[in-house]
C-alpha cells in the first residue's frame, strides 16, 4: 500500500518510493539519505503534533509534516 | 619561515566527533574566529607533534557539498580556493552509511583525502567489526580508525595526512552507471579546455544542475539539457539530482556491507540502547513539556534567581514578615574572613532569609571586587588632589567613573554568561537541544522561528547579553536575526530598578503598582509574538528553513569540549563587546562630565553636554518628552522635567540600571515623577524596546554582520520610538475621554488584535492560494 510519509503511524515501516517537492527541501531530503529505495521507521510524533521521527539509514532523523508529505512510501 | 605550511582541514557531518579531535590535536593552540561574512565559528589551530607543525582549519559540520547552507558553501570553497594539502574526512564509524555519503562527495575534489573513522572503540566495544582495508581499498585512500575523544591512533591519522599531502591525488567517482560517466567525461574535458580546476567535481555538479555551477558556467547547460532529454534514465527520467544522490547511497550500502560486520546482524534495531531508553522519556508524549519546563526552570534559578530554592521566601513566609531580596548574602564572605571579622554572629554571617543562586552570587562577588578596586584609586589618586584644595580631577574620574566603570559593565556580565554557557553547552553536547527544537518546532513554527529560539528568548529575561549570544546555536542567519531583534522585548533584569521605581509613581498617577509591573512583562511578550508575525509577514523571502535534522544519540557530555566552549564564549564576549562597551562607556562618561567649555573641568549632570543635548533634541530620544516638558511648565516646551527622562535614557546605554541612577541625581525621584499614567507607560514601552545596554549591543555585533547589525539598531530606535508614541496618545485620549476612558481602551485593544488575526489568516489563505 502506498502512503505518504507523513501518513505512516507510528511503528510502521516504508520503504521509500518517491521524493517531490523542490530545490533545497529535496536536495536536503536526499543528502539525509531520503533516497527512493531506503527504509523508514516511523519512530516517534513530537508532543504537540509535529514533526515526525523516523529512523533511516540506521540514524534519526527528524522532519515536519509538510515535509514528510513530499515523500512517498510503501508500506511493509 | 620562508617555507609554506602545511594546512590540514577537518571536514565532516554533524556530530561526527570532528569538534572532539580538533581540539585533541590542536589543544591550547586553538582559536575561534568567523568565517567571513557569516558567524559560522572557524577554529584554526596547529598540531605540534610531527617534525613540522601543522596547521589545521575545523570546516563547519556537513552533510553534503550542496549549495544550500552557509555551513556548506563555506566548507566547499574553502577546499575548491583555499586548496588545503590535506582534508581529513571525520567519519562517525557508529552510523558509516550516511556518514560516507560526504565522502563520496570529497573524493571527487582533486585534493588528498584521509578518513578518520571516529568513535572506532564504540563500534569494537558494541563487538562490531569494520574492516579497514578493505574499505580504504574500495574508496582508494587511507583510512584510519581513531578515537579523538580517547586520543587514540591520532599520531598515526596526522602521520598519515602528512604523507598524502606530499603525494597529492587526482579526483574519482563512485558514480557506476556508464551513461552518466559518459556525460561527466564530456563536461570535463569541456571544463579542462576552459582550464578549470576540480573539473571532475565541477562536471557532476553541473550535471546535478547545483545552483553555484550552473551560476558560473551557464555556457555548459545546452550540452548537460541535450544530454538529459536523450538518454532519460528508466526510473529517474531526467531527474539526475535524484539520480546522483541514489547512486551514491546504492555505492555505499553495497560496499560498506562488506567491510562492516556486526555482532548480531538486524536484530539490534528491536533492542533500545541506553539512548533510546532516555529518549522515551525526554520526548514522551505527555512527559516532554513538563520535563523541558523544570530543565529550564533549573537552569534559569540557578544563573539568575535572588533567591536560591526559594529559601528566603519560605522562611520569610514561616516567621510571619515580609520578604526582601536585599537582605540576601551577598557580601564576599572572605573579605569578613580577611579583615578577621570572626566576633559577627554566625547568625549574622548566615541569616535564615536565604542565599542567591550561584550566577547571581558570583555577580556580586565581581561587582565587589572592581567597585572596592574603584574606590581604592579614587582614594589614592583623589585623596592627594583634595588634600590641595581641589574638586575630584578630571583625570582621577575618567579613570573611576570612565574606564572602570565601563570595565566594571563588561566584568559583572562574565558569571552569568558562564554559568548559562555552562549549561547551554551541556544542553548542546548532550543531544538534548536538538530535541527541544523537535519538541517546541510547532508552537514556534507560525512565528517564522524554531523551537531552538526558546532558549535565548528566554536567557532575554535574565540578560539580554548571552541570549542575543545564544543566537549562535540556530542554524538559519535570518532566524538568528529576527530571535535577536527581538531580544529587548524580553525585559531583562536590569531594567527591574526602572519597572519598580515607575510602580511606586502609581500612588501619584493612580495606577496599581503591582499590575503595572506584571502588564510591562507581558506587553513586552505580546509585542514579541506581533513582531516575529510582522517580520514573517513583511520579509521578503516567505522561505521557511526547513526541519530536516538529524537528533543524534544522547551521550554525556565531554568536559574538555565544555570548557573549550566556555572559553571561546568568554574571549569572544570581551573582545568583541568589551570594546565597544568600553569606548561607549567613556564618551557617555565625558558628554555627561562637561559643558561645552572644556577648559572648565568637569561640571554637574545638569550642566553637562549631555543635559544641553538632551534639552535640545530630547524628543529624538524619548518622542514624548517636550510633550512632559511642556506639561511642567507652559513658558516653553522643553523647559521641563522631559529632558531628564532623555538623559536618564541615554546613560542607561552603559547599564539600564544606570536609568534609574541617573533620575535620581537629576532629581527624579519617588515623589518628583510628575508623569500621568500614559507617561510612566510611554517612559516604560520606551526604556524595554529601545536599544538595550552596549554589553548587548556589543554582543548582537558580534553575532550579525555590518548590515543587519544596523537594521538591528533602527528596528529597536523603531519599535520603540513608535510604540512609546501610539501608547502615549492612545492612553492619553482614553483617560481625558470623559466616561468611556479605559473600557474604550480595552475596546481599542481588541479591535486590534482582531485585526491583526484577520491579516495573518488572510496572508495565509493567500499563500495557500499560491501553494
Known sequence: MLKKLDELKKGETGLIKKVEGEGRIRRRLFDMGVTPGAEVYLRKVAPLGDPVEVTIRGYELSLRKAEACLVTVEVK | ??????????????????????????????????????????????????????????????????????????????????????????????????????????????????????????????????????????????????????EENLDSLMAEAYKAAAKGRVGKTVLESKELLHLIDDIKIAF?????????????????MDELE???????????????????????????????????????????????????????????????????VLTHRIWALPIFVLIMFIIFHVTFSEDLLFIGRITALAQGVAFDDLELITDPFWIRFLSADYLTPLEELA?????????VWLQSQFGFCTGSLIEAIRGSFGGGFIGIGMEEHWFTSLICDGLFTGLDAVLSFIPQIMILFLFIAILEDSGYMARIAFILDRAFRKFGLSGKAFIPMLTGFGCSVPGIMATRTLEDEKEKNRTIRLMTCFSCGAKAPIWALLAAVGVYAGFD??????????????????????????????????????????????????????????????????????ASTIV??????????????????EESMLADLGRTFNYLFFPIAPLEG?????????????????????????????????????????????????????????????????????????????????????????I???????????????????????PLLVVLIGAVIAAGIIVSNRHKNAQRANA
Open chain 2, 1 to 150: 619561515m620562508g617555507e609554506k605550511r602545511i594546512i590540514v582541514a577537518l571536514a565532516g557531518n554533524p556530530n561526527s566527533g570532528k569538534t572532539t579531535l580538533f581540539n585533541s590535536l590542536t589543544g591550547s593552540t586553538a582559536h575561534v574566529g568567523n568565517w567571513p561574512g557569516v558567524t559560522v565559528d572557524k577554529r584554526e589551530g596547529t598540531y605540534k607533534k610531527l617534525e613540522k607543525p601543522i596547521d589545521i582549519i575545523d570546516l563547519p559540520g556537513i552533510y553534503s557539498l550542496s549549495p544550500y547552507t552557509p555551513e556548506e558553501v563555506i566548507s566547499r570553497n574553502y577546499i575548491l580556493d583555499e586548496k588545503p594539502d590535506c582534508v581529513i574526512n571525520v567519519v562517525d564509524a557508529t552510523n558509516l552509511e550516511r556518514n560516507l555519503y560526504l565522502t563520496t562527495q570529497l573524493l571527487e575534489i582533486d585534493v588528498p583525502l584521509v578518513v578518520a573513522l571516529n568513535m572506532s572503540d564504540v563500534v569494537r566495544k558494541n563487538g562490531d567489526l569494520i574492516n579497514v582495508e578493505e574499505l580504504s581499498k574500495k574508496l582508494g585512500v587511507p583510512v584510519v580508525e581513531i578515537s579523538a575523544l580517547k
Open chain 2, 192 to 208: 579542462k579546455g576552459k582550464g578549470v580546476e576540480n573539473p571532475l567535481f565541477h562536471a557532476i555538479k553541473l550535471v546535478e
Open chain 2, 214 to 280: 550552473t551560476k558560473s558556467h551557464p555556457d555548459l547547460i545546452p550540452m548537460v539539457e541535450e544530454f538529459k532529454a536523450s538518454h532519460a534514465d528508466e526510473v529517474f527520467g531526467d531527474d539526475y539530482e535524484a539520480l546522483i544522490a541514489d547512486a551514491r547511497y546504492k555505492y555505499i550500502s553495497s560496499h560498506y556491507a562488506i567491510t562492516l560486520s556486526k555482532k548480531d546482524g538486524n536484530a539490534s534495531k528491536d533492542k533500545l540502547s541506553r539512548s533510546d531508553k532516555i529518549d522515551k
Open chain 2, 351 to 359: 541569616p535564615l532569609n536565604g542565599v542567591p543562586s550561584i550566577g
Open chain 2, 513 to 582: 503598582g503591582g499590575i503595572f509591573v506584571f502588564s510591562i512583562y507581558l506587553l513586552g511578550i505580546a509585542a514579541a509574538v506581533i513582531f516575529a508575525l510582522f517580520m514573517k509577514l513583511f520579509s521578503k523571502d516567505q522561505y521557511v528553513s526547513p526541519f530536516i535534522m538529524e537528533l543524534p544519540a544522547y551521550h554525556l557530555p565531554q568536559f574538555r569540549n565544555v570548557m573549550a566552549h566556555l572559553w571561546e564564549k568568554l574571549k569572544h564576549y570581551v573582545i568583541k563587546a568589551g570594546t565597544i562597551i568600553a
Open chain 2, 588 to 605: 557617555i562618561w565625558f558628554l555627561s562630565n562637561f559643558n561645552w567649555n572644556l577648559s572648565l573641568g568637569m561640571v554637574a549632570i
Open chain 2, 630 to 718: 511642556g506639561w511642567t511648565n507652559i513658558s516653553g516646551w522643553n523647559v521641563g522635567d522631559g529632558w531628564k527622562y532623555s538623559v536618564s535614557t541615554i546613560t542607561g546605554l552603559i547599564a539600564k540600571e544606570d536609568v534609574v541612577a541617573t533620575m535620581a541625581e537629576l532629581g527624579l525621584e519617588e515623589g518628583t515623577i510628575f508623569l500621568q499614567v500614559e507617561g510612566v507607560y510611554s517612559f516604560a514601552l520606551f526604556n524595554l524596546f529601545t536599544l538595550p545596554c552596549f554589553a548587548a549591543m556589543g554582543a548582537a555585533y558580534g553575532e550579525q554582520n555590518k548590515k543587519e547589525f544596523g537594521i538591528t539598531i533602527l528596528w529597536w530606535l523603531g
Open chain 2, 720 to 742: 520603540s520610538y513608535g510604540a512609546s508614541l501610539i501608547c502615549y496618545w492612545v492612553m492619553h485620549f482614553c483617560r481625558t475621554l470623559p466616561g468611556l476612558g479605559y
